[in-house]
């Protein structure tokens, strides 16, 4: 047993698809711990960009901090659009008298081409062929450039409760910060919000977390009975091995996710629960495990050491017990692992189309999708509430099915490179 | 050991077929037989010829298709699973290849600990089966301090292989039936294992079935052979009837096959 954990952490590929599965999964245990709010409070708005959010009242009432740092440059460049950019420089190109083209091709950034137009812009310059329209457009937009440049901040006044009259509370002026520690109320979604206005990062911890466990009840059902009945089918034989035979068959020749679907709907909207929906999975995904299992027995009943088990005397349930199945033992836990994988992307399919766990207590990976497509996350560029599902999707199953590949590697040394 | 006359084990019309229709494989033709208490019976033939089959069936572990099989002058009934224990105290078997004869899960003691358990011994106290074990390993020249706790495929193959005839040892079993035990095994180890299964038959008095492709050496164990060809017996004597004045072709062919020094091999029939 030692010995061949030893061979198994040798294989690169093994080795590799354990660390991923083994982060995913301290990260699941950890993460609540540290984060003890409930995964599925509604906190946001609708798809709320990642980032950390501040009160803004509460920004006005901190203290300040005087920082001489050059403030309008980001202003302008976040305040000008890549549109009124482009206005800029038509008219630098087109209708001004002075400028040279090398001028404008050089200013690539935002801020070089807003000095650039500040420069040269004139209103009275001729605008040839332009319409009123479009010349009230250029000043318009140097109105608000010069409005942005020369600031001198904002006062803050509220109304006073008794007088009804408006009191000055604060002034503030540009170059004035406050320390994002010092504020009270501020909130980080480092992975946004999705449609419900849930915090993405710990809704995908809590997601991950049931559909591991979805994966692995779904895993561990589908190899229970597909082990039970080809050790049986292929040990016993005869009309046993034909009926059990019979039944593998039906269930492979109909397609097993509409078995699945049939079943989900069979269930009802009130009655589909996370590990409900993981068992009816575990129930249509074993006849893959049955059929090889069975292949395996078939192969091995005839063996020597089967044979000398029979001639001391072992009973029918210890031979199956100690000389069948740890000769299958190793095949059965790489099927496990597969199992578990399909599992999880089973309930991210079943889901998806609307059928996976009807429940609003937990979050499933597949669920999380079903969200954001259904409040059309990717119309909207809402990336963050699907990337990092499917993502954690395909980390999943890409670690499982290399801890599988690496242990068929060590397990079939035919296999090797 | 002087052989008696009484039939320890018969058959008559023993068939087994494999497969149906266009597959099917006749694999033993309706052979009949005796076997008499304490003696060396060989059954030689070439690959294939069904010496195995004939084997597994008399041991119980595949079914027979047609014919009868007689154990102890009465007809064999092993149809339930106590019946077939009952059955296997009294018949065991050495096997070809020792390699795959083992369970490699399972340490020896394991093993001899299972012979001892089965002879319904189980309740002895440790030190007493350790005691038993030693006994059968030092028979066949090993040592079980060095074996305990040790897994099979520690072993090469000749420790394996007597490994095998200790088991046999502490069965005590009354017909073996060995299914060339010693094909797989070098040539010096051969003559060992072949004169430990001697002694055995000396110590405990059981009837020995010789199964092997060498008819050399069915000659140098057996008091009789039988010849099979194809499934069926060709030609059944004493060993010196069969080797010394052989009737059928098949047999003279055999004969010929061995190699001997001074003489060109004849490869003819190759």
Known sequence: MKYQLQLVFKSQKFVTGFVIFAAVFLLILFYPLLVTKNPLEMTGGLFYKPGTYVSVTDAVDTQSYKINKDVVTGKLTK????????????WLLNYCPEVKPEEVSDAKKAYDIIELWLQYYDKTVEMEGATKAVKNQYVRLYDKVENILESEGYIVSRK??????MEEVAAIETKEFVNVKDIPNRVTFPLGTDNFGRDVLTELVAATRTSLKIGLLAGTVA???GLTLGLLAGYV?????????????????IPSFIILILIASGLGQAGRGAMLVAVVIGFTSWPWTCRSVRAQTISLRNRDH???SKLSGHSLPRIVLTDILPYVASYVVMAYILQIASGILSEAQLSMIGLGPSTNKVATLGLMMNWAMQFQAPLSGAWWAFIPVVLSIAMISFSLNLMNTGLDQVFNPQLRE | MAKSNEIFLGGKGVTKVYGFGDKKTVAVNKVDFEFHKGEIVSIVGESGSGKTTLAKMLLGLHSVTAGEIYYNGELRDIRSPRKKRAYWKGIQAIFQDPFSSFNVFNRIDTLLLDCINMRGQKNLPYDKKVELMTQACGFVNLKFAELTRKYP?????????RLMIARIFLLKPRILIADEPTSMIDACSRATILDM???LRDEIDM????????????????DSVYIMEHGIFVERNTADEVILHPKADYTKRLIKDVPKIYEEWDLSTV
Request: negative net charge; without cysteine.
């Open chain 1, 79 to 90: 305040s000008v659009t890549a549109e009124e950019q482009q206005l800029m420089r038509d």
């Open chain 1, 160 to 165: 006073n409760a008794e007088t009804g009259e």
């Open chain 1, 223 to 225: 190899t229970a009975i």
């Open chain 1, 237 to 253: 034989g005869g009309m046993i091995d034909n009926v059990i035979t019979f039944i593998t068959n039906m269930f492979t020749v």
């Open chain 1, 306 to 308: 089967v044979n000398l």
């Open chain 2, 153 to 161: 495929f520690e072993l090469s193959g000749g420790q394996m292989q």
């Open chain 2, 197 to 199: 299964l001697l002694k």
């Open chain 2, 207 to 222: 009837t020995i079935i010789f199964i092997t492709h060498d008819i050399g050496l069915a000659y140098y164990v057996s």
